[in-house]
């Protein structure tokens, strides 16, 4: 066993022994009863660390219980949430925005690490971002897909006029269409930026080498003011788990990357895992953009400033 390990295991136990003792007699989530919360997600990078810590004990340690209830659809999760029957949910920052521009009270309590690439097709020519004046981008109308895109035409000092949108809503579609060369770039994520690569497609650029973070974790204000204790066993168990990432080598998470994230099994070892970092706020200028971006295509009130969407 690794001295890491260890160090871990004593760690998680001396933590669960003090919150333990702690929940005897005080907070109004139960005084006997293990602490409770539902997060739902899409299977993607973002939410690795969680079902990590879910898989390995670290939450049980912690004296946590985390339901993480997976969707494959964005309508069905955010209807889920707006339902009460998750109490968190992990979504972009334009969804959130729009979410709680329209009456749904939540807040950001954490950034997460997933990333997307732009991935280009076989044949094409280039190798920087100035190589796609004139191009056809595959992209997701009024979604994190095209507010990532015009962020990544931005940093190359394009405009969207520069390139032609083709709206394919579909990531698989999306994919498909990049390989048969019907697009001539898209931006991505996991696992399919990894097929898209074993497939010999290139990619130009991530987000994360570009330091753009558009996805985060939120819970509604009520779960936030009503769970204290749990939300910050939430984000304790968050960085054991980023922790247990760092130190450990693919085989110890290969299941999961598999079982729940999506990776086909062959290209689990080709997976580039974000550089993940233990739990942030979002930043107000990442906010701060975002909520330009959705000024300028209409889509929140135009006094709708998201000063409360951070916890």
């Not at 080598?249 to 290969?254: E, K, V």
Request: with cysteine; aromatic share 8%.
């Amino acid at each position: 066993m690794k001295p890491f390990t260890l160090f871990s295991l004593f760690t998680l136990a001396v933590l669960a022994a003090m919150l333990s003792c702690g929940r005897k007699g005080s907070g109004s989530e139960g005084h006997d009863e293990a602490l409770t919360l539902t997060l739902g997600a899409m299977p993607s990078m973002d939410y690795l660390p969680f079902v990590v810590a879910q898989k390995t004990g670290i939450y049980d340690s912690l004296g946590l219980k985390l339901n993480i209830v997976k969707f494959y659809s964005p309508n069905e999760r955010d209807a889920a949430f707006h339902s009460g029957n998750v109490e968190g949910t992990v979504i972009d920052y334009t969804g959130a925005a729009m979410q709680q521009a329209g009456g749904i009270d939540l807040q950001l309590v954490m950034r997460l690490d997933g990333y997307f690439r732009l991935i280009v097709s076989k044949d094409f020519a280039g190798d920087n971002l100035l190589a796609l004046r004139g191009k056809t981008l595959g992209i997701s109308r009024n979604t994190v897909i095209e507010y990532t895109t015009d962020r990544i035409l931005e940093a190359a000092g394009m405009k969207e006029a520069d390139i032609t949108k083709t709206e394919v809503n579909k990531v698989p579609l999306r994919l498909e269409m990049l390989r048969s060369g019907q697009i001539d770039a898209a931006v991505l994520p996991d696992p399919f930026i990894t097929i898209a690569m074993a497939d010999g497609m290139n990619t130009l650029v991530s987000t994360q080498e570009l330091g753009i973070y558009v996805t985060g974790a939120a819970f509604t204000a009520k779960t936030i003011r009503e769970k204290r204790e749990a939300m910050e066993l939430l984000l304790q168990g968050y960085d054991l788990a980023v922790d247990y990432i760092r130190s450990h080598d693919r085989q110890a998470i290969r299941s999961i990357l598999v079982e729940e994230v999506g990776v086909p099994e062959p290209l689990v070892d080709d997976v580039i895992l974000p550089e993940y970092t233990h739990a942030q706020k979002p930043t107000d200028e990442d906010l701060r953009l975002t909520i330009d971006w959705l000024h300028a295509k209409q889509l929140v009130p135009q006094d709708y400033d998201g000063k409360s969407l951070i916890r």
